[in-house]
């Protein structure tokens, strides 16, 4: 049985964080991913200054893309409201490979199936076994199902269903879009550009409203493809989407339960307004970390909840890339 005094479920940012604030304490660390990296990730791929900040990592010296907004435009029901901030988009398949690579720590390619308490260790899958059991596998981690699905449930009503498409594209239009309540979508659509000719479109919507209106998420998929094509911003008639869900930030914050922990998408931390999971999933890998090393608490608490005062915020930030 290989051993390891931590063991993380998923090597995405949140796993990768984490692995990375262990090592450079000297912790002995193994993260299990089901996935072979770089993997594709479904996301819109928009990262906050706090994001960098939170990586130690300046713009320059990320190696992939990184594209900057000086604004966004928000359409709130149709009508344009151009913000002044400052934001990133990365492509995720770059973005999680470079962390990863970046923690330094062994990875291993193993879906993690079955998880069992043996006195103060965790097995996992009888063929693994650690002292510090954590869970960063995203929406369907196991160690959220094995361990905290009772004592954190998830609430139906902050479900998020999302269709979304990330393609090589010569893009002419380099501004950030959204599309808010767009022709009653329950929450936002996107056009989020990337350097050097990416372009990720995307919807957004709480499953519990669709489902109430006897909607799916390709319903409003194929308007917003539509509405795309027709203002020039691409072809994705015909381009078919992919979907996944997630949750945004809820009431519980039972984040911690004996030696396990669950982190990002895991533990549902998502901001509330925007569903914004990169920078909490990342903040919340720092704590947990922190946990490990101090033996103090873990908590979720001050994990960013709203993302609408970043992106406010961000029209003060003289940063540049
Ligand atoms: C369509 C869409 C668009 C989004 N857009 C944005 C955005 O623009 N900005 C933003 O900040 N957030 C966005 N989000 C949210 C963001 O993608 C997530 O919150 C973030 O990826 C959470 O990171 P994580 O590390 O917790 O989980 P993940 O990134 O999901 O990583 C989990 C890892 O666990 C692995 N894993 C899962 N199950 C197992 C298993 N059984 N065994 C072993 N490994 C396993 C997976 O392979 C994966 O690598 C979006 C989400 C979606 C769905």
Known sequence: ???????????????????????????????????????????????TPRVLADLELAPADYPHRLLTYRRIVFYIKGVPVPVPTHQYSIRRFEFDDFLLKRAGVPVDRHRVKKIRRAGSKYIIDDAYQCTYLVGAGGTHCPVYKSLFSEIHPRDPGRCIATAEKEFAWQWQDPQCRLWFFDRGLPGYAWYVPKQNGYLNVGIGGKLSSLKKRGETINTHWRRFAGKLARKGLTETRGLAPKGHIYYLRGRSDAV???????????????????????GPAIESARLAARAIITGNPYSAQSVTQWSTPQILAGRFTTRKS
């Open 1 to 47: 049985m290989k051993t390891a005094t931590v063991i993380i479920v998923g090597g995405g940012p949140a796993g990768a964080t984490c692995a990375r604030e262990l090592a450079r304490h000297g912790t002995d660390v193994l993260i299990l991913d089901k996935a072979e990296f770089p993997r594709t990730k479904l996301c819109a791929g928009w990262i």
């Open 256 to 278: 911690c339960r004996e030696n396990a922990f669950i982190l990002g998408d895991a533990a549902g931390l998502a901001t509330r307004d925007m569903g914004e999971g990169i």
